[in-house]
């Protein structure tokens, strides 16, 4: 009897589900679980064991990239697809940078995001062309205002701040205290050589990070 590949989707927007789960299904895949938040990815992925995760990286609570994370801690060979709105270099090389098998932006089409899917399930790495090149290029330096230089707790806790989250909103949605984030939030300010919000915000618009 052939096996059945199932599919996890995490994803914070539930016409996105409703949309992926039909495609899925006509595409003969088997939505086993529907989560909207990394906790809840986590939590579906050691009860299902799927194929594959289809996994959104701006969802509440501790984000789709720690719960990527935590997956591959859990298993290291674990089949992630990031689908996202994310369509910045920043966000891509982190995600395979944390393990993911593939990197594809909302925007892209119903059938390009099959085929990626069968691709990652085949074994290989999937990212949009226009990231290829780009991605293979060797990593520079890290130096002032580079985002790339960040932790990935400092890089998260920058993301949201960029945001216009508040630090006790931060602190609650990644499980710390509201000291620990201030901390981050300083060790930031300190690599990336600035000293304001607005700083931040800038650096994030040249990232790609906002627009």
């Keep these: 009897m052939a096996r059945v590949d199932t599919v996890l989707i995490a994803d ?4 996105v589900r409703e949309g992926l789960r039909n495609l899925l299904a006509r595409a003969g895949y ?14 579906a992925w050691r009860e299902h064991r799927p194929s594959l995760v289809l996994l959104d990286l701006g ?3 501790q984000g789709g990239l720690e ?16 689908f996202t709105m994310h369509e910045d270099l920043l966000h891509a090389s982190r995600a395979l940078k944390a393990g993911a098998r593939g990197y594809f932006p909302k925007s892209g089409s119903p059938d390009a995001l099959l085929e990626a899917i069968a691709r990652v399930r085949a074994g290989e790495t999937f990212v949009p062309v226009e990231f290829a090149a780009a991605l293979k290029k060797p990593s520079r330096p ?3 205002e580079d985002v790339d230089a960040l932790t990935r707790r400092e890089f998260e806790v920058f ?12 602190a609650n949605a990644l499980g710390i205290s509201y000291q620990s984030v201030a901390n981050v939030q ?26």
């Design 142 to 144: 890290a130096g002032p």
């Design 12 to 15: 914070d927007h539930a016409v």
């Design 59 to 61: 969802m509440p609570g």
């Design 186 to 211: 300083t060790q930031i300010r300190q690599k990336l050589d600035v000293s304001s919000l607005t700083d931040l915000k800038r650096i994030a618009i040249q990232h790609g990070l906002l627009t």
């Design 159 to 170: 993301r949201r701040l960029v945001h216009d989250e508040a630090l006790q909103d931060i």
């Design 30 to 43: 088997v939505v086993v679980a529907e989560v909207s938040s990394g906790e809840e990815a986590m939590l």
């Design 67 to 82: 719960a990527l994370i935590r997956i591959l801690a859990d298993d290291r060979d674990a089949c992630v697809l990031v």
